[in-house]
Antibody, heavy 122, light 107 residues
Framework: EVQLVESGGGLVQPGRSLRLSCAASGFTFDDYAMHWVRQAPGKGLEWVSG????????GYADSVKGRFTISRDSAKNSLYMEMDSLRPEDTALYYCAKDAHYAITGHGMDVWGQGTTVTVSS | DIQMTQSPSSLSASVGDRVTITCRASQDIKTYLGWYQQKPGKSPKRLIY???SLQGGVPSRFGGGGSGTEFTLTISSLQPEDFATYYC?????????FGGGTKVEIK
């Protein structure tokens, strides 16, 4: 069974950093692109970032570009998001999602984790 | 960036009704579009990929159509378990962009 388990969320002050992790199992992690998608309380879905199967192609939403860094570790079957200079508007439930293909465009996200909550507040 | 305009933002319908949700892209995205269902407190679930292909395990009452800039999600006969929020997303180019969502409520 394909499974994605996010962790690392929590309460953090504005301007501080946080690192999210996503542990993947049940599929060949190296074969697929991966994404982070977030959902602010009571709001819709927002794509945050995606990384291709080998890390060669990376994309970010304008709202996080320059502050967030996505990465992956094939040895640990894990996806990461390093979030710096956090702002109150980054408060959201962050989902890890598997792509149906090796590229970050063209096929879409087919499996999602349960999410981890990030709250940015003083 | 490609903008996705989804309509309506909400609708009320009865069990058995036929429901259609529309998504409009600000530029040609061919058929690089997916539809997702999200129930309260749950993760999104993919229903449709490549604009019109049904995800495995999804009931056949769900159907997708369109290409280019105009897309639809149709539920042919609404069931009690279909009351949820639906999102479209384009994956033609990044940043990937979602529609604003359509909340389907019980009339």
């Amino acid at each position: 069974e394909v499974q994605l388990v996010e962790s690392g969320g929590g309460l953090v002050q504005p301007g501080r950093s946080l690192r999210l992790s996503c542990a993947a199992s049940g599929f060949t992690f190296d074969d697929y692109a991966m994404h982070w998608v977030r959902q602010a309380p009571g709001k819709g879905l927002e794509w945050v970032s995606g990384i291709s199967w080998n890390g060669g192609v990376i994309g970010y939403a304008d709202s996080v570009k320059g502050r967030f860094t996505i990465s992956r570790d094939s040895a640990k079957n894990s996806l990461y998001m390093e979030m710096d200079s956090l702002r109150p508007e980054d408060t959201a439930l962050y989902y890890c999602a598997k792509d149906a293909h090796y590229a970050i465009t063209g096929h879409g996200m087919d499996v999602w984790g349960q999410g981890t909550t990030v709250t940015v507040s003083s | 960036d490609i903008q996705m305009t989804q309509s309506p933002s909400s609708l009320s319908a009865s069990v058995g009704d036929r429901v259609t949700i529309t998504c409009r892209a600000s530029q040609d995205i061919k058929t690089y579009l997916g539809w997702y269902q999200q129930k309260p407190g749950k993760s999104p679930k993919r229903l449709i990929y490549a604009a019109s292909s049904l995800q495995g395990g999804v009931p056949s009452r769900f159907g997708g159509g369109g290409s280019g800039t105009e897309f639809t999600l149709t539920i042919s006969s609404l069931q009690p378990e279909d009351f949820a929020t639906y999102y479209c997303v384009q994956h033609n180019s990044y940043p990937l962009t979602f529609g604003g969502g359509t909340k389907v409520e019980i009339k």
